[in-house]
Nanobody
Framework: VQLVESGGGLTQDGGSLRLSCVVS????????MGWFRQAPGKDREFVAS???????IYHDTVKGRFTISRDNAKNTVYLQMNSLKPEDTAVYYC???????????????????WGQGTQVTVSS
């Protein structure tokens, strides 16, 4: 299973970006998918996750600003990021669980597949 992220870039405080993660191999529609991020000098942290039923969970710091979604026909998971803040600056990683038909999770240890990351920079 391979994951390839895209959509990162530079935007200003209050701006928007949409990240995409295309998954090849495996059985995408059965996997719970997640987005994580890592800022310089900090640990990787959970952002959002969506399961095979489209149920989703979010970190408190992004609730109401970020939306995770998936398109099973395109084997793609998205992260729509609105009202971006400088503290959202990080490398964003897409991740997938290897078990099928399990729920969304905020724990990075349960994700078996990871993308290479895409940089998001929000200027003040």
């Amino acid at each position: 299973v391979q994951l390839v992220e895209s959509g990162g870039g530079l935007t200003q405080d209050g701006g928007s970006l949409r990240l995409s993660c295309v998954v090849s191999g495996g059985y995408f529609r059965a996997y719970a998918m997640g987005w994580f991020r890592q800022a310089p000098g900090k640990d990787r942290e959970f952002v959002a996750s969506i399961d095979w039923r489209d149920d989703s969970i979010y970190h408190d710091t992004v609730k109401g600003r970020f939306t995770i979604s998936r398109d099973n026909a395109k084997n793609t998971v998205y992260l729509q990021m609105n009202s971006l803040k400088p503290e959202d600056t990080a490398v964003y990683y897409c991740a997938g669980r290897s078990l099928k038909y399990v729920g969304a999770s905020s724990y990075s240890d349960v994700y078996a597949f990871w993308g290479q990351g895409t940089q998001v920079t929000v200027s003040s």
